[in-house]
């Protein structure tokens, strides 16, 4: 029987003017290793007559990775947003991501850090951070 674990993916990424090896991702939160919204594929327009047309379009993809306060993969993100700060500049990211359980890989290129908290939430324990990147394309690939 084949097992759905995410417990297996293996997700990395690299940053080639900051970490031009790529870097393997570790310490995700204990309910979420990432987020993917959907991506819009055609855009469509009413016309005044009733009449659908529909065309495709290029979008990006937003993926937000969830990582646990002390996971040793927040240094990865947050040297690439200091490095970027410090150069005011940014920084494109590539990654790739496989998925075990169904036998499947993704492609990641062109990434964009878009946003992180700069410092985890403190409750009973420091809660999860959530890093966005938007991809300018993610593709899928046989293992």
């Known amino acids: 029987m084949t097992s759905l674990t ?7 990424l690299t940053v080639p003017l900051v970490f031009p090896t790529p870097i393997q991702l570790q310490g995700f939160a204990a309910d979420n290793i990432y987020d ?7 855009e469509t327009a009413m016309g005044v007559d009733g009449i659908l047309s529909g ?23 947050e040297t690439w947003a200091a490095t970027q700060r ?19 890989s993704y492609i990641s290129t062109k990434g964009f850090l878009v946003s992180m908290p700069p410092m985890p939430a403190a ?15 993610v593709q899928s690939v046989p293992n």
């Open 6 to 12: 995410a417990a297996n993916a293996v997700i990395t």
């Open 36 to 42: 993917m919204d959907n991506v819009d594929q055609v």
């Open 55 to 77: 065309g495709f379009v290029f979008n990006p993809t937003n993926q937000t990775f969830v990582l646990q306060a002390d996971s040793p993969s927040i240094a990865f993100f």
């Open 86 to 104: 410090q150069a005011k500049d940014v920084y494109t990211a590539n990654g790739s991501t496989t998925l075990v359980s169904v036998g499947r």
């Open 123 to 137: 409750g009973k324990i420091l809660q999860p951070r959530r890093f966005a990147i938007r991809w300018e394309s």
